[in-house]
């Protein structure tokens, strides 16, 4: 049938008592199994059965038993006929129980709105729980339908109050930026902007996130204004807020409208920080792996062109074989001159190893193109590590975005040249100067720290290519880079 018991609550709740059986046993035969389930299905859910769908097929064959009457009895009693009724009037006198008055209506009410709302339960469970409530008060209330609207305007009120509660603690500059964003929402901190998807690892994709998280952080929001609904509610606000439009939007009252783009900007934070560090994470890989696919292109490339080598090689390894015992200036050096071998040296060891060039040329990606999005990065997140191997990455990146950081207005001003324009602006030869030391070990950390993500937590790397420049500890704090 519908609902499943265990056998504990099967005989705990299902049990007739001596009082129950002498009440179950002045009723006719045929009626006496109907009006038994009525009773323990009322003393068990606080409500009458309206079918023998809802009573448990395990509860059925237990009081049946306890009765000494056949399951079969069942199927010809008619729960919402006359008889049935009757009985249910007989069942609440035999019980104790009373009809509800407006006095019980009122603490039901309070309860639900003290107990209940702010969990955010569904109507379904909270309509449960209320029935219970009134089994545990001896009280019997209404129709289903009285109570499931008692419930309904209950939600109604807790909501209602509790984004009038948000919309109070706003300060006045950021409601006006709020209703500036609904009223242009395709500006690029406008409302539609702010909840589109991020979108392709790109940089004009990271720079336009971070652009709606600094908006966002320059709000101010409360982060105690969610404290009093639960998780439930804030989702629900937030689905609700996700699928309206901005026109949409503007139609609800002042109070209302600014609570709901309260609570959805303050989760939307959340998730534009998530959207972002995805984004970074697979920037850095889509650099990696096109670095590594250009640098073995060209290895390949450089291969075609020097195809006598292999040639060479086979020439070389065969005089080798043959006198194994003579010089190298008698059986090599006849084969491939002393010339062409240390123009072969000299080829490789400028070409260096896989890993050497893959780095130079990530390097070189992202100081030509990515570099742009460093400050807006720091300027928008927050970078930590309880790892002490990259505690050094964390604080460079944190002294760099500091205010009064010297270095930061190069930073920022850097962020947006290429690296030839920074050498033709002469640094190299003012290395010697603490200022374009302090430049250098900047232009390092930026160049060659990323960002990986492992276990949902934010790991800070650094390259171990980096040179160590020297600027006085009096300038850097990080004793790595002293």
Known sequence: MGLRVSPES?????????????????????????????????????????????????????????????????????????????????????????????????????????????????????????????????????????????????????????????????????????????????????????????????????LSLADRLAFIQNLTLLRDLLTGAGKPWIDQIVRRVGAEKASEMRRHAPRRQLGLSAVFLMVREAQIIAEMIDLLVEAIHKIGVRSKRKVVAGIARDIEKVYGKERLLVDIAGAAIETPDGRVCDVIFPVAGKDKLGAIVKEHRAKGTLERHIYQ???????????????????VLEFRSNNAVHRPVVEALDWIGRPSTPAVGWCRGMAYRSKASFRRKGAARSSARTGASTRSAMNSVCSASCVTASG??????????????SVRPTMVRNSWMS
């Open 10 to 206: 099967l005989v705990g709740e299902w049990s007739l008592s001596f009082a129950d059986i002498d009440f179950v046993n002045a009723k006719p035969a045929g009626s006496r199994l109907g009006l038994a389930v009525q009773l323990k299905f009322f003393a068990a859910f606080g409500y009458f059965a309206t079918g023998a769908t809802e009573v448990p097929d395990e509860a059925v064959s237990y009081l049946a038993a306890q009765l000494d009457v056949g399951k079969a009895d069942l199927g010809g009693y008619h729960f919402l006929g006359r008889s049935g009724r009757r009985h249910c009037a007989e069942i609440l006198r035999h019980l104790g129980f009373r009809r509800m008055r407006r006095a019980d209506r009122a603490a039901l009410a309070d309860w639900i709105a003290t107990e209940l709302c702010p969990g955010g339960q569904s109507v379904a469970a909270m309509l449960e729980a209320v029935f219970l409530w009134c089994r545990d008060h001896k009280i019997f209330g209404p129709s289903d339908k009285e109570m499931e609207r008692l419930v309904r305007s209950e939600r109604q009120r807790f909501l209602e109050t509790f984004l009038g509660r948000v919309a109070e603690r706003l300060v006045p500059e950021t409601a006006v930026l709020m209703e500036a964003s609904l009223a242009d929402p395709e500006s690029p901190t406008g409302f539609h902007t702010i909840k589109g998807n991020a979108g392709a690892a790109t940089l004009e994709n990271m």
């Open 361 to 379: 040329v990530m390097r070189g990606s992202y100081a030509g193109h990515y570099r742009r999005i460093l400050p807006k990065l720091l300027s």
């Open 456 to 469: 949902g937590a934010i790991r800070m790397m650094i390259c171990p290519r980096i040179s160590r420049p």
